[in-house]
């Protein structure tokens, strides 16, 4: 890794909390680095509106730089003839980062969905899997508290770098089903000081660990995924797309349960193609829409026909609970 690369180190001597650090990655970054300061800039102008469903409402955003992560190809062919942008190899002159234990390193997002966007990069170029990193990923969260939380997009979950290990922060509270859950859910069990919850008229399928113990909640998570390979049949990593935050003492563990990747509109021609590709914020409640006509022509029947489709059915939920 270029020295120039770096910001700073953490944990160091006399250093900050890494929340402080991050925050002034992100204002140092904005001075000295110009694509940055263009994605900050657009952010002013993206349009929001509010969309009312069945029980949930949701936030839709248009956001035109976001073509690049929602158009993104994400297949073997397409990954191969890239060069990775995660890798320190690659970032541009001006992007510096924050190296977090020799493993991680903290990068502003350039095209930010809201302000202080980061992505979370492996050092190494390994694939995208998050049961291996579950520690690291509560560590994040609780040292990246109370300003941001983490979250997880897997592999055939929008991840636009499924080749490459990494996760995002935000600020607290900027995905709204972090503050929306908690009145739709209803305590399924409790085992080893982690309660498991779901939500219930939310339109989409939600499991959510909260405790206050690292390791329990560590343990927790890999017989969620070790329950969920059961259930739906697979070897490789369950479709999830996770939240993390830390508060009071406790962790929360938000897991968004897939059934697949992108909806069929997506794949629709011409003007029936709606560029809607649901990761962890956009199934978190902001639906990001990178195409002006998605924007102004989603409406609640659409958004609740893709929630439904891309998460596995209620039942399946129910059977992963039993076989916690």
């Not at 979250?151 to 991840?159: E, I």
């Not at 193609?273 to 990178?290: C, E, F, M, Q, R």
């Amino acid at each position: 890794m270029a020295p120039q690369t770096l910001f700073a180190r953490f944990p160091e001597h006399d250093t900050h909390p890494l929340h402080v650090l991050t925050h002034r990655l992100y204002e140092a970054q904005q001075r000295q680095w110009p694509m940055l300061q263009d994605g900050v800039e657009a952010l002013k102008n993206v349009r929001v509106r509010t969309v009312d469903c069945n029980g949930f409402s949701v936030r839709l955003q248009f956001n035109p730089k976001r073509i690049v992560s929602t158009g993104a190809k994400v297949d073997a062919a397409a990954i191969r003839e890239r060069k990775c942008f995660l890798c320190s190899a690659h970032l541009p002159a001006e992007q510096q980062g924050i190296l977090v234990r020799e493993k991680f390193l903290i990068l502003c997002n350039p095209m930010p969905i809201f302000p202080e966007h980061f992505t979370i990069a492996h050092v190494d170029h390994i694939p995208q899997s998050i049961e291996e990193s579950i520690l690291t990923f509560l560590t994040m969260a609780k040292e990246l508290s109370p300003r941001y939380s983490v979250f997880y997009n897997g592999p055939k979950c929008g991840a636009s770098a499924p080749d490459h290990l990494h996760f995002q922060a935000s600020p607290f509270g900027a995905i709204p089903a972090e503050k929306e859950l908690p009145s739709y859910l209803r305590q399924m069990k409790e085992s080893g000081g982690v309660t498991v919850s779901s939500a219930e008229g939310y339109g989409r399928s939600v499991l959510v660990l909260s405790g206050n113990g690292e390791q329990q909640m560590e343990l927790a998570f890999l017989r969620l995924t070790s329950a969920m390979r059961r259930v739906t049949g697979t070897n490789d990593e369950p479709m999830m797309n996770v939240l993390g935050s830390y508060a009071d003492g406790r962790w929360t563990v938000t897991v968004f349960l897939r059934s697949k990747h992108r909806p069929d509109v997506y794949f629709r021609e011409g003007e029936e193609k709606v560029l809607i590709s649901p990761a962890s914020v956009d199934i978190g409640g902001l639906v990001v829409t990178p195409m002006e006509k998605d924007f102004l022509r989603a409406d609640s029947s659409m958004i609740e026909s893709i929630f439904h489709e891309i998460s596995i059915p209620q039942d399946a939920v129910q059977r992963i609970v039993e076989a916690l």
